[in-house]
Nanobody, 123 residues
Framework: VQLQACGGGLVQPGGSLRLSCAAS????????LDWYRQAPGKQRELVAS???????NYAISVRGRFTISADNDKNTVYLQMNSLKPEDTAVYYC??????????????????WGQGTQVTVSS
C-alpha cells in the first residue's frame, strides 16, 4: 500500500493549487484521508479531513478557501487550495485509513502516509 502526494509548487498570493493523494496497491476503499501541513519550525497541523460518505472538516485557517474531495474510482483524494496566503507555505502530507486486498483476504491500513509535497506561496 502506498500513498503518492503531488501537486505542490510555487504560487503567488491569491493563487490556487490542487494537491492529489493517490493510493495504490489493490485498494478496496479509502475509509478516511487527512491532509496535514508542516511549516519550518512549526508542528504538523491538520488542515482538512475526508471520510467515506462525504463528510469533510477543515481547520479554521483554511475554511472557505480549501476544499477536500475524493474520486473513489481513482482512489485519489484532492485538496483544492484557493486564495492562497504566504502563511499556507508548508510541506503538505496526506494520511489515510485504507482497506486493501492481499491474497484472498482484505486488510486495513489505518496510518498510511504520503511523502509530502512542498507548497510555497510567495510573490
Amino acid at each position: 500500500v502506498q500513498l503518492q502526494a503531488c501537486g505542490g509548487g510555487l504560487v503567488q498570493p491569491g493563487g490556487s493549487l490542487r494537491l492529489s493523494c493517490a493510493a495504490s496497491g489493490s485498494i478496496l476503499s479509502i475509509n478516511a484521508l487527512d491532509w496535514y501541513r508542516q511549516a519550518p519550525g512549526k508542528q504538523r497541523e491538520l488542515v482538512a479531513s475526508y471520510k467515506s460518505g462525504g463528510t469533510t472538516n477543515y481547520a479554521i485557517s483554511v475554511r472557505g478557501r480549501f476544499t477536500i474531495s475524493a474520486d473513489n474510482d481513482k482512489n485519489t483524494v484532492y485538496l483544492q487550495m484557493n486564495s492562497l496566503k504566504p502563511e499556507d507555505t508548508a510541506v503538505y502530507y496526506c494520511n489515510a485509513d485504507l482497506l486493501y486486498l492481499r491474497g484472498s483476504g482484505y486488510y486495513r491500513e489505518n496510518n498510511a502516509w504520503g511523502q509530502g509535497t512542498q507548497v510555497t506561496v510567495s510573490s
